[in-house]
């Protein structure tokens, strides 16, 4: 499995941004999809995830309100739409997916596949 993220840029605080990530491979729909990011110097982080059905959402709780995850599984593609940006909010988002478990987590070991990471930059 390939995970392609995209959507990244430059915003200014306030700001939104849908973030994407299309897998390539084989059975998209049974995995659980997941958002991490990682900023400068900082641990990477969990933001969020989405059931297989895409029925059920996990949020980091920096992200709820401000922040919605989706999928469309015929398109094999996870989303992740950002608004109300902050700079704090500025680091490298990374896709993932996990193939083994049923529920779903924040934590990032159970996740066995990654994407390349998609910069996003929120100016003050």
């Known amino acids: 499995v390939q995970l392609q993220a995209s959507g990244g840029g430059l915003v200014q605080a306030g700001g939104s941004l849908r973030l994407s990530c299309t897998a390539s491979g084989r059975a998209y729909s049974t995995f659980i999809m997941g958002w991490f990011r990682q900023a400068p110097g900082k641990e990477r982080e969990f933001v969020a995830a989405i059931s297989r059905s895409g029925d059920t959402a996990y949020y980091a709780d920096s992200a709820k309100g401000r922040f919605t995850i989706s999928r469309e599984n015929a398109k094999n593609t996870v989303y992740l739409q950002m608004n109300s940006l902050k700079p704090e909010d500025t680091a490298v988002y990374y896709c993932?997916?996990?193939?083994?478990?049923?529920?779903?987590?924040?934590?990032?070991?159970?996740?066995?596949?990654w994407g390349q990471g998609t910069q996003v930059t929120v100016s003050s």
């Open positions: 993932a997916a996990s193939s083994m478990y049923r529920s779903l987590s924040d934590n990032d070991l159970r996740y066995d596949y």
